[in-house]
């Protein structure tokens, strides 16, 4: 395969699985194809933008002629896509637009591949991300948390816990609650179906909650991490009681490379770090880090921390069992979770420009109406 086709470059992690192929693959052509949302920056790819094997393509992956012209010229043989709508407090606000791009995006995009490919799926392959979120939530039998019986380089770190002895599967079955899972699902849907009905060659992986570089500053992470260097609120959800399973974003990287080349035809991976916290435990690490690097005394951002109204059907717990990735592919997060978080603050407080960038103007309102009544 040499003509790949990524879309969501300009987001977060497709921003990072982008500037992966580019410098690792010199023989490859990457052709980026994003919409540009609020959440697309093309500032999240400055380093690559200048590469003979690369090229961006300003589209929405809903126009289906301009999807089957850019196979047509571009003789796109592999796909990897990211393109989504993907905060679920976006979702709950405005469902449409998640049912548009997540779910018919992504059909417009099997479609155009599966006109293109013309039934010739020798070296051929359609890899669609997606998240665990589809698979529910799980119960937090275990609120003080359990030596998991798990082993992988990043649970090694420190904190090494579970809140229950239940995980999401590979086969665990589909049961999302938001309206950004369920469209992921149905996303998830359509692709086996295609594989089923046509035969077409894909992989869906289920990842679990993604940070890093480059994230858009509505995720708990880079906004807390904004919000406490600049002195403001921590809206902290409900009782901050519920459990995600942290993946630095190069990881993931790493494992979609992996899985895009060695993962098996009509395989589902579901790719996590065994690392799961508390969001209140998560906040309180984020604000010492910050404090620290900021030379601020221990202590000094505490009070930012403001417990607001829930969000609506707000999941409590997912954990990812990734052993299936590990034992027949051999991929294991490389970071433990202290490191991945040091040089995560680190980035954004040595990249403010990025940050005021996107925090400026419309954002600016929009967070202000998000968070007006909670
Ligand atoms: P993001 O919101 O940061 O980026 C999404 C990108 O898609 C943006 O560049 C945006 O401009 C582009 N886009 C949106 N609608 C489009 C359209 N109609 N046409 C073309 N481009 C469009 O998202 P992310 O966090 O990088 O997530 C990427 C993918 O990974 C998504 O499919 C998401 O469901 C999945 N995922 C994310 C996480 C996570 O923790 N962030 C975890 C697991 C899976
Ligand atoms: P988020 O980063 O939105 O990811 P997801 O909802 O996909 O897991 O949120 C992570 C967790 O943090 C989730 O339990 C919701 C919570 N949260 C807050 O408590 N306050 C916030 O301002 C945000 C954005 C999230």
Redesign the pocket.
Known sequence: MKNILI??????????VVRLFVNKYPDYHIVN?????????LA?LKDIEDRPNYTFVK?????FDKIQEVFAQYHIDGVI???????VDRSIKDPFTFA???VL?TLSLLQAAKQYWNGEWEDKRFY??????VYGALELTHPQGIEPPFTTTASSSEHHLAYGKDFFYEDTKYNPHSP?SAS?AS?DHFVRAFHDTYGMPTIV???????GP???PE?LIPLFINNIRHGKPLPVYGKGENVRDW?Y?VD?ARAIDLIFHKGKIAETYN?GGFNEWKNIDLIKVLIKTVDRLLGNPEGTSDHLITYVTDRAGHDLRYAIDSTKLKNELGWEPSLQFEEGIEKTVRWYLDNQAWMDNITSGEYEKYYEEMYKGR
């Open positions: 879309t969501g470059g300009a987001g977060f992690i497709g921003s990072h194809l994003d919409k540009l949302t609020y959440a697309g920056n999240n589209a929405d992956i809903c126009d896509h990211l393109a989504a709508e993907s905060h548009r791009t997540n995006g669609h991300i997606s998240t665990d979120e950004y992921k996303s992986t289920n990842c679990s909650n993604n940070y480059y994230q858009f995720k993946l974003v993931h790719i």
